[in-house]
């Protein structure tokens, strides 16, 4: 079973759309994610949730909206899409606080790589 | 704010040497320091954890050494091997608390030919 799971895997679309990824994870998982990967492969946080709470909010344009309807799931939603929004963006999950430790150990989905035309 | 460099971007190494990867910090130290593999066209991968109290970690092939003096965490695998062809990020976190986040450095791609 997937532990970390993200739809769609491609995503190709014009700009100035507004398009979705989701993200499930089926760890039990308190602690949710979204990464953005660039062209150089460097992966840098955007947005982090806490039992559907928002703890983590970047410098991330506000045209991107994370929504956590429940702990197992996190999706994105970018609205007027741009050129330099194409990059893979990755949901990760991890558990914050496990036997009274905070490892923070992240597990990765297998990324969607968004494309804007 | 904080930096973390992997100083090289590339590494290409013969099959039975050991690799060893470098991973540099600037300003505070961090908690933990972590080591993940990502190949093409997947997520990355956790492979080992070392914690500010630890000097070195070991799993299989892999070992982990910290120094907080040096600000530096190096990343040796031992008799490699093709299949440890990838890239390998190093990421760091500060704080505790649940605000706290992880940075990434943005990766050694190690290669290792037969």
């Known amino acids: 079973d997937t532990a970390v799971s993200q739809t769609p895997k491609y995503l190709v679309t014009q700009m100035g759309n507004d398009k979705s990824i989701k993200c499930e994870q089926n760890l039990g998982h308190d602690t949710m994610y979204w990464y953005k990967q660039d062209s150089k492969k460097f992966l840098k946080i955007m947005f982090s949730y806490n039992n559907k709470e928002l703890i983590i909010n970047e410098t991330v344009p506000n045209r991107f909206s994370p929504k956590s309807p429940d702990k197992a799931h996190l999706n994105l939603h970018i609205n007027s899409l741009e050129l330099g929004d194409s990059a893979v963006y990755f949901c990760?999950?991890?558990?914050?606080?496990?036997?009274?430790?905070?490892?923070?150990?992240?597990?990765f989905g297998p990324g969607t790589r968004l494309t804007v035309l | 704010s904080q930096k973390i460099e992997q100083n090289s971007e590339a590494l290409n190494i013969q099959e039975g040497k050991t690799a060893t990867l470098t991973c540099n910090y600037t300003n505070y130290s961090p908690a933990y320091l972590q080591w993940y593999r990502q190949d093409p066209g997947r997520g990355p991968v956790f492979l080992l954890l070392?914690?500010?109290?630890?000097k070195e970690k070991r799993k299989e092939r892999l070992k982990v050494t910290f120094d907080t003096t040096l600000k530096q965490s190096l990343f040796h695998i031992t008799a490699s091997q093709p299949a440890d062809s990838a890239t390998y990020l190093c990421?760091?976190?500060?704080?505790?608390?649940?605000?706290?986040?992880?940075?990434f450095g943005s990766g050694t791609r190690l290669s290792i030919r037969p």
């Open positions: 990760a999950s991890s558990q914050r606080i496990s036997g009274g430790r905070s490892y923070n150990e992240q597990f």
């Open positions: 070392i914690r500010e109290n630890e």
């Open positions: 990421a760091l976190e500060r704080l505790r608390s649940s605000a706290s986040k992880i940075i």
